[in-house]
């Protein structure tokens, strides 16, 4: 039991690390490298604040696996519900600073090189967003008949303690968030998630990474089987974005997704889960 805590602290630390240099590394492979790294010192300090990012937003949360929840606030001020969207603004920022500030081409500003960066130029941007709205509407279908597939093949190979009986507890305490502040955090999560994982990661790390860090932020919902269908959203995300090759569609897709599972589909869900048997807990890998 000893070697386990130095595990849980050292190892999502290590991870990060490994993770900020296969971004530098692969980042190199692909041409992608901003001209500001070719000083070395802008390079390592460009990886160590990708490192402490994926640090806090996305290996922290492996320190806890296995660990009893703590107990959430009874309230929580706006600013520190948003800190890890801040988090996650600041270190593409600081990353971009150290990359390409002082080497802008000429005609271009700061601004324009990291929207270019982002994905977020696109010739007609509502158009992109009305795309990403369509297409996000297909997300409840598919997600849920994935789900129903893995919870069919779970039960035919006896792995139902796997599937969630009760709704998280995180899940219950959303829901019962100002109005204001669900529709805040929906349109928090499409833009900033959105932008740090498929603008900043995707094209760096390709999306068979990106989607696993993706995955590995929402570890601390503590529901292994919601994993399921984050990696489906993550994934569909993902196809958008390399399809119609700016970050709208997917920013207006996710963010549509999330505002109903607030509004809507969550609360909904909670009224309803005293009624729910088995056949229907494919809502629990719905619930985010």
């Known amino acids: ?54 640090y806090v937003g996305v290996f922290s949360a492996l320190a806890q696996v296995g660990l009893p929840p703590a107990p959430l606030p009874t309230e929580i001020s706006p600013p520190r519900l948003f800190s890890l969207h801040a988090l996650f603004v600041a270190g593409v920022l600081a990353w971009f600073l150290l990359g390409f ?42 997600l849920l008949g994935v789900l129903i597939v893995v919870i069919g093949v779970l039960v035919a190979f006896g792995g139902e303690n796997v599937i969630p009986h009760q709704p998280p507890e995180l899940v219950v305490w959303i829901a019962a968030l100002p109005l204001w502040l669900r529709i805040a955090v929906a349109l928090s999560a499409g833009l900033v998630e959105e932008v740090f994982f498929r603008g900043f990661l995707q094209p760096r790390v390709g999306i068979g990474l990106s989607t ?22 993550s994934l569909f995300f993902a196809g958008l974005v390399w399809w119609r090759q700016n970050l709208w569609p997917a920013i207006a897709a996710h963010a549509l997704f999330d505002g109903v599972q607030l509004l809507f589909l969550i609360p909904w869900a909670l009224r309803q889960w005293p009624k729910l048997s088995h056949a229907p807990i494919a809502l629990s890998g719905l619930l985010w």
Do not use: C, K
């Open 212 to 233: 696993l860090l993706f995955v590995l932020a929402h570890l601390s919902y503590d529901q292994p089987f919601m994993l399921v269908g984050i990696t489906v959203l």
């Open 1 to 54: 039991m000893g070697a386990v805590e130095p595990l849980r602290l050292v190892g999502p630390l290590v991870l990060a690390l490994v993770s900020a240099t296969a971004l530098d590394q692969l980042m190199e492979a692909r041409g992608l490298a901003p001209p500001g790294f070719r000083d070395p010192w802008r390079r390592v300090a460009a990886s160590l604040v990708v490192a402490f990012v994926l």
């Open 101 to 142: 500030a002082g080497s802008v081409p000429p005609g271009a500003n700061l601004a324009q090189v990291l929207a270019r960066q982002l994905g977020l130029v696109a010739p007609r941007p509502l158009r992109e967003v009305g795309i990403g709205i369509g297409f996000g509407l297909l997300t409840w279908p598919v």
